[in-house]
């Protein structure tokens, strides 16, 4: 069945979006470059897609731009302010704030609802109960779970289950949508609905879109692609047109 998404986000309310960029990034491990003078920049609710062979630096690129991991070279700027000079302390609550995650295998809590699911980056951040679990709920409707709101991750699909987080990425309103192989435990159709549902829903919400996947077809229907050799940029592709790296 597919999802069907309205085109309006779940509220009227769309913050100014910052833009994240990345320059001169490097990341060492031992002796061996994951990634090797990478310059990135991503828009305001811009959808892109890292794609390479596996070792070439795709996870570890999006592992650097979200603050998880830090850089041996090279800055990280959200609006304009460097992030990866920030302790971990503030880069924890950047992620708990400005950041959405979408995992390949959703990494629900399984003692929780979708609505607790959903609601519990705002939860970790200190917003009201009530507040959070209307605002999850909202996304869960628009992301067509009505009825599955108290449903708990092992009695949800896979494609509902990856719908929860990515309800739960984008209900405290982030500025970008981090995805590691969100669709990697799907089978092909529902992957697809289940990416559709992904852009849909942050173009919605005016948030960035950043995905890693090493399926080309699913790269695809992205609107920009990064392709990644060796640590370094091989080729930059926006709608048809490539841009030299």
């Known amino acids: 069945m597919t999802t069907r998404i309205s085109g309006q986000p779940p509220s009227p309310a769309m913050p100014t979006r910052p833009a994240l960029s990345g320059h001169g990034l490097s990341k060492r491990y031992g002796t061996q470059y994951a990634l090797s003078g990478v310059d990135i920049d991503i828009t305001p609710g811009e959808a892109m897609a890292i794609v390479g062979p596996s070792g070439s630096g795709k996870s570890t690129l999006l592992h650097v731009l979200a603050g998880i991991l830090p850089v041996d070279d090279g800055e990280v700027t959200l609006g304009g302010t460097r992030i990866d000079s920030l302790g971990e302390t503030k880069r924890s609550e950047l992620r708990r704030t400005e950041f959405g995650f979408v995992f390949q295998s959703g990494m629900l809590v399984g003692e929780l609802s979708a609505e607790e699911n959903a609601a519990l980056p705002m939860l970790l951040a200190g917003a009201g109960r009530k507040e959070a679990m209307a605002e999850a709920r909202r996304w869960l409707e628009h992301l067509?779970?009505?009825?599955?709101?108290?449903?708990?991750?092992?009695?949800?699909?896979?494609?509902?289950?990856?719908?929860?987080?990515?309800?739960?990425?984008?209900?405290?309103?982030?500025?970008?949508i981090f995805a590691d192989e969100p669709t990697g435990a799907l089978d092909t159709r529902t992957g697809g609905e289940t990416m559709t549902a992904l852009l849909d829903a942050a173009a919605g919400s005016g948030a960035a879109v950043v995905v890693v996947t090493h399926d080309r077809d699913l790269a695809a229907s992205v609107p920009r692609t990064v392709s990644l050799r060796d640590g370094r940029i091989d080729a930059d592709t926006r709608a048809g047109a490539v841009v030299p790296a």
């Open 144 to 176: 067509g779970l009505t009825g599955k709101e108290r449903n708990r991750p092992g009695e949800l699909s896979g494609g509902q289950a990856q719908r929860v987080a990515i309800a739960r990425a984008l209900a405290h309103r982030p500025s970008v």
